[in-house]
């Protein structure tokens, strides 16, 4: 199975190594409901892929749907650390929801998303940067200054029309819907998707 960057081909990562970051995102939820804090990762223990750095979102389920979501967008710390900061956050201090509880662990669903390095589109129109996604694979980031959103490639899943996309993505960053109108840039990646 090969996972796609947007410029160069490489491996996904063998069942193993998946299994080791699901690992490492579950230890450091229970890490952070025993002491307050994400689990601080032994490098030196993980595979030298785990520690090459990569941008990585984590998102949690319980029975009733979505539980947290949190991530970066930029390859700025270790594979495992990342997770692991990411697992803490979306069972702690994701704001729409209350921190996790140790009788939900039970119930968890946990689901890793490892981002490819964003690329620029460059766009004219809303219109044409529509015409330039590929629905269910891309994931979009929208800036302008210091505002700035992303959807995953799986909120293709709700929002099928790339303009339907578009249009909610800027509204999830606070940006204008004529998107040339002013200085938005676009971007996007891939992820390769860790689940159980």
């Keep these: ?50 520690r090459s750095p990569r941008a990585t979102f984590v998102t949690l389920t319980g029975p009733g749907g979505l539980r947290g979501c949190m991530g970066r967008l930029e390859a700025t710390r270790p594979m495992a ?32 998303a490892l981002l490819s390095q964003p690329e620029p589109i460059h766009f004219a129109t809303a219109v044409d940067l529509a015409g330039q996604l590929v629905p269910g694979r891309d ?9 700035r959103g992303t959807f995953l490639p799986s909120m293709w899943e709700q929002l099928a029309e790339p303009g339907d996309f578009l249009r909610h993505l800027a509204a999830k960053a ?14 996007r990646y891939r992820t390769e998707t860790v689940e159980p």
């Design 1 to 50: 199975m090969l996972f796609w960057n947007l410029s160069t081909r490489s491996r996904a990562l063998e069942p193993d190594l998946r299994r080791i970051l699901l690992e490492v995102a579950l230890a450091s939820i229970r890490h952070g409901l025993d002491r307050g804090s994400a689990l601080a990762v032994d490098l030196a223990s993980m595979p030298p892929e785990l």
């Design 139 to 147: 994931g979009v980031i929208l800036e302008d200054g210091w505002r």
């Design 81 to 112: 650390e990342d997770v692991a900061g990411n697992a803490f956050a979306a069972a702690f201090l994701d704001s729409r929801f209350q921190p996790m509880r140790e009788e939900e662990l039970g119930t968890l669903g946990i689901h890793l």
């Design 174 to 187: 606070g940006l204008p819907q004529v998107l040339a109108a002013r200085g938005v840039r676009a971007f």
